[in-house]
């Protein structure tokens, strides 16, 4: 079966997303690899290579070589398949759009193909996604302090991590990429401040500073965690004196922790805590930004902290639990006096008006 033949493609065989790990012939993992080393983020190149996977997925469900039969047709009936699985936001249709377009392009540049970019489609075409207004809901004051709170209570021998991980997200508001690709050796000092320092997001350095909640919580948990005793660490061979890198978050085993455990941890804890959200690491990030707002924190200050290159991105996060508070539809509700079933209150009205 194909994707022409009027089928929604056997690539969603439970209305799920295609398989991420597909395989693909040597020659299109080395383009893949010349392709993704072009990118110095390490966060890019996972990026990247995540959507590269599913665009690679689909295509080999039904049979369609990605370097010689791939067309438009292709893409657009990849994304009717995201839209009807209800697996993929408009945003994440675009992202991956995007990063299938420009391993295409950069096919063009190097003159590795003389075939048309598949995924260079109409715009009116693409995803639609409003940039004044995220998707992904911020929790409020009290939920926020709830979900701290089960952190904080949680039981197992993984409970100071817990707590770690949610104060970490909720506090800094570091994506997910960040948190398990960061190593105990980028936590330090700055002007009396404790800091971690990473690779962020495009490929630059970045700072945050961890205020008190989190370095306790965070004191704690490294304070337990045996694989970093210094007689459990093992000398690379010919690096005397050398010590491997040693994730920030991890394992039982020491080993680093992977973005599907904090996905798992967050929904876990949300549902122990009745949040009534559809819990995921950007959550928190987004709640960061809102609730910091909130607090009287500037937006060119959120914007440095979340790494936000243009000021426009964070305002959609500040719009996203601003704008409902001061929804038109509370100031009315506040103004009329006749409640949903209150013929008292409408004859009550009457009756004053009369007198």
Request: glycine share 8%; with cysteine; net charge positive.
């Amino acid at each position: 079966m194909t994707v022409l033949s009027g089928e929604l493609l056997p690539a969603t065989p439970h209305g799920g997303a295609p398989t991420v790990g597909a395989p693909a012939g040597d020659g299109l993992e080395e383009l893949l690899r010349e392709w993704l080393i072009s990118y110095a983020s390490p966060h890019t190149r996972a990026a990247y290579q995540r959507d590269l996977r599913h665009w690679l997925a689909f295509l080999a469900a039904s049979n369609v070589d990605p370097l010689t039969e791939a067309q438009r047709v292709h893409t657009h009936a990849w994304l009717r398949v995201q839209e009807a699985s209800g697996t993929a936001a408009a945003a994440t249709r675009a992202r991956r759009l995007a990063a299938v377009s420009a391993f295409y392009s950069w096919l063009i540049a190097e003159d590795r193909t003389d075939r048309a970019n598949p995924a260079a489609i109409n715009p009116k075409q693409k995803p639609k996604t409003d940039q004044k207004r995220p998707r992904t809901a911020g929790l409020s004051r009290a939920q926020a302090e709830a979900l701290l709170a089960t952190a904080d209570a949680d039981t197992g021998p993984q409970a100071a991590r817990t707590a770690a991980i949610v104060a970490l997200l909720l506090y800094t508001g570091l994506r997910v990429g960040e948190l398990v690709g960061a190593d105990i050796e980028q936590l330090g000092h700055n002007r009396n401040h404790r800091v971690l320092r990473f690779v962020a997001k495009g490929g630059g350095e970045h700072l945050v500073a961890l205020p008190a909640p989190v370095t306790r919580r965070l004191d704690a948990y490294l304070a337990g965690r045996t694989d970093l005793a210094a007689a459990a660490l093992p000398v690379p061979t010919g690096q005397a004196g050398a010590r491997p890198r040693r994730p920030l978050v991890a394992t039982a085993s020491g080993a680093r922790l992977d973005r599907g455990a904090v996905w798992r941890l967050l929904r876990r804890l949300a549902t122990t805590a009745n949040i009534p959200v559809k819990m995921s690491p950007h959550v928190l990030r987004h709640t960061c930004a809102t609730l910091a707002r909130d607090a009287g924190a500037r937006l060119e200050d959120v914007q440095e902290q979340l790494g936000h290159a243009d000021a426009r991105t964070t305002r959609r996060y500040d719009h996203g639990g601003q704008r409902l508070d001061r929804a038109p539809a509370y100031t009315l509700a506040a103004y009329l006096t006749v409640d949903d079933g209150g013929e008292d209150s409408m004859e009550s009205a009457v009756g004053e008006e009369a007198a």
